[in-house]
């Protein structure tokens, strides 16, 4: 589905000097972030620090030393590192401040991600000005029950101090993974309070617009359902407004609504599709419960971002149906491109299955990105993967037979490098990260990436051997004819002297087999 931009530009914007502080630091990855200003401020006062390749990596998960380390050096301590381990001394720092308190985390945990509800711990207990009253906060947030009293009582002290925000379902996610980005938010609002968003208080408030970017304003308004957003305090040029509102749409695919904006005098009027505004917030919580309960039934702390990825794609194959009579006849409706109609309803077209997974994905703390290009022809969009350090393509569209067969996952999409799956997908590679590696892929995963033919019809012949009946490998640089598939199967089993009918099946372009036997 190709988003439509109807940016009708009555009046031309005139720039508008912020009067707000700047900071010189900068990073590649921050261009129209909602946490840039956060971000470059505690990089700006040695608190977070850049990579070497120019990047800040807003969206990747912060650990709990991490944290604490960020968290402690905000308070004032400048500390060289630990000898045995770098961040014990930010430990032992905390611990003596009384700002961890015994068994609150153990040396096991200090390498996981921090929770949203932990950070806001730490921070509760180191907020200047105490809160009276913390009832009347109670049912601001929809998910505190089952919370302990403690963790309850942090999460709305910093709520009502202006420390931390919800989000539009009116849920805290306290057990949710939290961001480098949400980090700084949280950490500079700890330390300025001109920088707190006070309950009732409007985000726009002039005090504090030069300090928020359009696309926190942006992505705000949107997922508000909000129909305009009045930008002409930021002094936003033409084009950052276009890039800005293509990144929003981009790292938020649960806004399935959008349908385009109109531009003047500084204000930006939102369309949506044809749903009645209510009906869409009904529809945005729908989509959050269905997420929590996916991850809650598939992702567990003990596993490998590989392993969630294999879980959350096998979900999406397994309860999606790939919306083929509709996109025969040319009348896909709206929901189908996108994550409501993959997850909810349970039919999509391939930017469904992509939105749904990049979700997923995130929900689950594996970064990813949607791609769009072309596959044998047609517009296509599918998802960049990063595992070790590393991209991958997954493509988990094309993993969903069709006509849909129940219980049937293929992984002939998951995790290929450029490589692999150039050649029946095309894409502009200026505008998305390289990916090179093949050590995720899912054969090579599963030890059944074979080097050659040679090795594959060792493979067989031992699988045979072994009673299976059913085989599935890739083989590198290999693309067989039909003729010749048959004949390494045929060589395999004449070695038996046995009766046995077979069938198979192949990927041309990716050297991918399956043989079935029949030794009925």
Not at 356 to 385: K, P, Y
């Amino acid at each position: 589905m190709k988003r439509k931009y109807c940016i009708i530009f009555i009046l031309v914007l005139s720039l508008i000097i912020s009067t707000g502080t700047a900071y010189a630091y900068s990073f590649d990855d921050l261009d129209g972030h909602w946490a840039a200003y956060y971000i470059e401020r505690l990089a700006a006062e040695g608190i977070i620090n850049g990579y070497p390749d120019g990047l800040v990596r807003p969206e990747d998960l912060v650990q709990v030393d991490e944290f604490v380390k960020m968290f402690i050096t905000a308070m004032g301590y400048d500390l060289a590192n630990g000898e045995d381990y770098w961040a014990s001394t930010y430990f032992e720092k905390a611990r003596q401040n009384r700002m961890i308190e015994w068994g609150d985390f153990s040396p096991v945990d200090y390498t996981r991600k921090i929770t949203r509800g932990e950070m806001a711990l730490l921070i509760s207990r180191a907020a200047d000005g105490k809160v009276s009253n913390l009832d009347k906060y109670g049912g601001q947030f929809s998910d505190l029950r089952g919370i302990n009293l403690v963790d309850r009582s942090a999460i709305l002290t910093c709520y009502a101090l202006g420390i931390i925000t919800g989000y539009p379902d009116d849920t805290f996610r306290s057990y949710g993974t939290a961001t480098r980005a949400e980090a700084a938010a949280m950490i500079v609002r700890l330390m300025d309070k001109s920088e707190r968003v006070l309950p009732g208080s409007a985000l726009s408030n002039p005090a504090q617009t030069s300090r928020t970017t359009a696309y926190e304003m942006i992505r705000t308004a949107l997922l508000h359902v909000e129909s305009e957003v009045n930008l002409s305090q930021l002094g936003i040029s033409l084009d950052a407004l276009k890039n800005t509102m293509d990144k929003v749409i981009k790292d938020n695919p649960e806004i399935f609504y959008y349908n385009g904006l109109t531009y003047s005098g500084g204000w930006v009027e939102f369309e949506y599709t044809d749903i009645p505004r209510d009906e869409l917030i009904k529809m945005q919580v729908e989509l959050q419960q269905t997420v929590d309960t996916i991850i809650s039934n598939n992702v567990t702390s003990g596993m490998s971002n590989y392993d969630n990825e294999k879980a959350l794609h096998d979900y999406l194959v397994l309860n999606t149906k790939y919306d083929q009579d509709n996109y025969v006849k040319g009348t896909v409706p709206d929901l189908s491109y996108t994550a409501y109609g993959a997850l909810v309803k349970g039919t999509a077209v391939c930017e469904g299955y992509a939105t749904a997974m990049q979700i997923l994905l995130r929900e689950a703390g594996v970064e990813s990105l949607i791609i769009t290009g072309l596959s044998d022809g047609q517009s296509h969009a599918w998802n960049l993967v990063k595992l070790g350090g590393s991209y991958y393509h997954l493509d988990a569209t094309w993993d969903d037979p069709v006509p849909d067969q129940d219980g049937q996952v293929q992984y002939n999409y998951f995790n290929l490098s450029d490589d692999m799956i150039m050649h029946d997908h095309s894409w502009d590679d200026s505008e998305y990260p390289k990916a090179e590696k093949i050590d995720y892929n899912y054969f090579v995963m599963n030890d059944i990436y074979m080097k050659d033919v040679d090795e594959f019809e060792d493979y067989l012949h031992d699988a045979f051997a072994g009673g299976q009946n059913e085989v599935t490998a890739m083989i590198k640089d290999y693309h067989p004819s039909q003729q010749q598939v048959g004949q390494i199967i045929r060589n395999v089993i004449s070695d038996f002297h046995v009766n046995v009918s077979y069938s198979y099946s192949s990927n041309k372009e990716l050297g991918i087999i399956k043989v079935v036997f029949d030794r009925s």
